[in-house]
């Protein structure tokens, strides 16, 4: 049985991971806001002093908001980095001593198809996103030829609370009907709909699998065939 840690495992895509490990039997810890602030250094450092060994990281926490640039606040851009990046830096500070010192250890980071490209509207959440992709190529730089590896998964939008919202605020901008909206964001990708939270759980389970140790460094895209 291997204990995984999936962040902002509560809802959404999170829960979906965390559901896919424990119908495989694995130890499950599933972290909340409620249960750690991942943007807190002192609180992210605790909670894994408590949790004890990691074989899984599954760096998922994220916001998003949309805005033309020359209408981002210095508060948005700041909430981005520190949710979507730095937390994914500290929880996997946390928990990458341990792994190497045991040579086994998987690391997936829930990214997007806006850390492969530019996307309108969406400054401070693509460069945040990016950054997300830049510490997992890192991290894998760094664990190359061990038995950690570090990748991430790339998905279109997705059935979530946050896809949801975006539904909402473009219903509200232009007067589209909530249909039309997710349309709109569905047409995003040559996918053609928005992918299902279980969908990007099986391609997170994919790089932990313990035959996918000769992986590492990857993004996998996961819109259809439209980013590569």
């Known amino acids: 049985m291997r204990r995984v840690v999936v962040t902002g495992g509560s809802r959404g895509i999170g829960a979906a991971v965390a559901e896919r490990f424990r119908a495989a039997g694995d130890e499950v810890i599933a972290l909340g806001r409620a249960d750690c602030d991942v943007t807190d250094e002192a609180a992210v450092?605790?909670?894994?002093?408590?949790?004890?060994?990691?074989?899984?990281?599954?760096?998922?926490?994220?916001?998003?908001?949309?805005?033309?640039?020359?209408?981002?606040?210095?508060?948005?851009?700041?909430?981005?980095?520190?949710?979507?990046?730095f937390g994914a830096f500290l929880c996997t500070r946390a928990v990458l001593a341990g792994m190497l010192e045991r040579d086994s250890g998987r690391i997936v980071f829930v990214a997007s198809?806006?850390?492969?490209?530019?996307?309108?509207?969406?400054?401070?959440?693509?460069?945040?996103?990016?950054?997300?992709?830049?510490?997992?190529?890192?991290?894998?730089?760094?664990?190359?030829?061990?038995?950690?590896?570090?990748?991430?998964?790339?998905?279109?939008?997705?059935?979530t609370d946050i896809v949801a919202e975006a539904t909402r605020v473009i219903s509200n901008r232009t007067g589209r009907s909530p249909a039309e909206a997710e349309a709109a964001l569905a047409g995003a990708s040559p996918l053609g709909r928005l992918l299902e939270p279980a969908e990007v759980a099986f391609a997170v389970s994919f790089f932990a699998a313990a035959g996918a140790g000769a992986i590492n460094g990857q993004s996998l895209v996961l819109d259809g065939g439209g980013v590569q």
Request: proline residues 3%; aromatic residues 6%.
């Open 113 to 159: 198809t806006a850390g492969k490209v530019g996307q309108r509207y969406t400054a401070a959440y693509t460069a945040a996103k990016h950054a997300a992709v830049g510490l997992m190529r890192a991290v894998a730089a760094e664990v190359a030829g061990t038995g950690v590896t570090s990748n991430a998964v790339c998905p279109t939008f997705t059935r």
């Open 45 to 85: 450092d605790a909670v894994f002093t408590r949790i004890g060994p990691v074989d899984v990281l599954v760096n998922n926490a994220g916001i998003a908001s949309s805005a033309p640039l020359t209408k981002t606040t210095v508060q948005q851009w700041r909430d981005q980095q520190d949710v979507n990046a």
